[in-house]
């Protein structure tokens, strides 16, 4: 699916563009979208075109759903007809872009769903607009300004992001959670759909059967009626439970599994030896045979393929490791089976349900129901219990983040007694920046930056991209708004982001059902008692309460051994380290360093190039290192493989 709107004084148009209106002022609204979903004709010469899926329509806000099929068009028509567009956009589930056309006004409107999780570019000035879903298209027709705040955002992050809307070009954004962008005879405006934080409820049993309801809804919703459905398996319970609820709903002849085998050093076995083996038993549980790709960073070709998908990523503002492995998936689903496949995801299962405090990571020990609890204990830390201590000013005091403190005696924390505003302000900033996701720690210090550009990152989030968090965070609404957050955060990070770009990359259809409209309104309100406080319930408490209540699931599986990879029983261990020193791409990385071509897009007044040469100059001698000086190699050495226009 590719889009492309341009606004322009010129007269003729470019091929594979449609002229949709000419404004008032003579410039002319000219249109490509390829694989449009629904064009919809409405009255009074107003028009709407989709593109991407749509899923359903919440009826009456009474929370039952319509779907949505490609024989929805009339239906599609009476919803924009008596609905503002903001209703319909907060009503409408799908992964979609729209442009809604008003000749008669000369107007038009470009939106997304409600989360805008298909990613978009634009730029404009005062001769020309210009929006597409590829910044190829964008930068054939004006020359790259870089912004150092969002290139220091690249290394200050877990995923090698920039925050949604904004890119490392000062002249191209990105469409925003809930923007909608108005074109018209005056030029370029842009308005928010207001978010209106929910508070935590006391929930009983009767929201378990909830639960069950929407996340068994959003799987079928996104699901095709006939054909093969895959799941890109894992060894935990989100992408067991879509299997689960893919094979209870269709069968398991229908569904296929698919996951790949890491190779990635030249020393060792598959790193992921262990959710290998418990992939194949879940396989065995169903009667499916799980599909398994080499993921080959040792094989010497391996440089080749990723030179050749890599621009396809820099055009998609793409900035991770992730991208190899999930080409690789992608291209063998495709020789597998095929263009167009349908291929689900667990991911946002950790970030909605305990803001990514469940994947036994919060510190190492043998015991994996202790270190479950040690995540539920950093989740805490996070909820409404400990947030009234950040607020009374007592948390100094709670014994549990007195432990956190102590085991990370390394680590600086600040002491914020100001004002309310600058203590939330310390109190979120690692959890969005960690590491060590810990209320109050200098994450922001980072020998790679300057100290004007460590100051930059630290008031970005809170100061100047997201301001209502601090004036509206309270201990009833914590949860939602740490929610919301993730949207335009870790959403876009390689995790989330590059899974869905790689699967477009051959046509194939992504579905992630965690992230659904009205399962994330409902976790929004999901007290700490049902896994993410102290109690003893257990991480993701209402998904482990349907796999062992409401479907066939093999859920005392998903709890043996080891969860997946090898630093689950090796303390300290890294799955990048072994790519970056020890795999087939260690040269290539390197010859892509010793040029130091970073230094012509990295500022000096933001970076600190002396330690950025040191760091290259080490890695070429042999030398390896490991914290942060190892992730600021991962995001240096990121950015050159990848690249900029």
Known sequence: MTINIEITKNSSIRPGMNRMMTFNN?????????DQSFSLELESGRHVYIAGDIFYHIKNG????????????????????????????????????GLYVDKHKH????????YTRLDSFYAYND???????????????????????????????????TPKGLTIYKNVKQLRVGEILTLSDSGIDSSMIEFKPLKIEDYSDKHLETYYTILRESVVSRANCEGEKWIASSSGWDSSMILGLLVDEFGSKNVRMLNGRMKYSKKLDALNKFEINKISKIGSFYGIEPTIVDLDFVD????EYWVRVL?????????????????????????IAGKGQLIFNGETSDSF??????????????????????????CYLYGPSFFKKIIDGTYEGDKVFQIFRKMREGVEFTSVRNNRRDVIEGYLFPFIYGSPRIPFAKTYVNAALTEKGQKAIYNFPFREYMPDVLSNLSESNIYSWLTYLYHSFHAQGSTVNTPKHAMELNSHKWRLPFDDIRLIDLLSKMP??????????STKYPLKWVAKNKIKMPFELLDEGPHAYLYDVMEGFSLFAEIVYRSGVTEFFKDKLKNHSYKDILSDEYFNIEYLDKLCSEYLDGKEVTGKDFNNLVALITLVIVGWY
Not at 64 to 90: A, H, R
Not at 300 to 303: E, G, H, I, R, V
């Open 107 to 114: 107007l038009a409107h470009i939106f997304s769903d409600r």
């Open 127 to 161: 001769s020309a607009f210009y929006f597409s879903t590829d910044l190829d298209s964008i930068f054939r027709n004006l020359k790259a300004e870089y912004d150092q705040k969002m290139l220091a955002h690249l290394f200050s992050v877990s995923g090698g992001y």
């Open 353 to 378: 349900h305990n803001f990514g405090f469940s994947q036994f990571g919060t510190f190492f020990h043998s015991s994996k129901p202790f270190t479950e609890y040690a995540d539920k204990m950093n």
């Open 26 to 34: 003579g410039k002319n609204l000219n249109v490509d979208i390829v």
């Open 528 to 537: 700490e008692k049902w896994g993410r406080g102290l109690e003893l319930n």
């Open 300 to 303: 010497k070709t391996a440089p």
């Open 62 to 97: 009474d929370n039952e759903i319509k779907p949505i099929n490609t024989n929805s068009k009339s239906y599609l028509n009476k919803i924009f007809l008596e609905n503002s567009l903001e209703d319909v956009i907060s009503n409408l589930e799908g992964q979609y872009i």
């Open 311 to 335: 621009p396809y990523f820099k055009s998609k503002h793409m900035y991770a490791f992730e991208t190899y492995n999930f080409s690789i998936l992608s291209d063998k689903l495709c020789d």
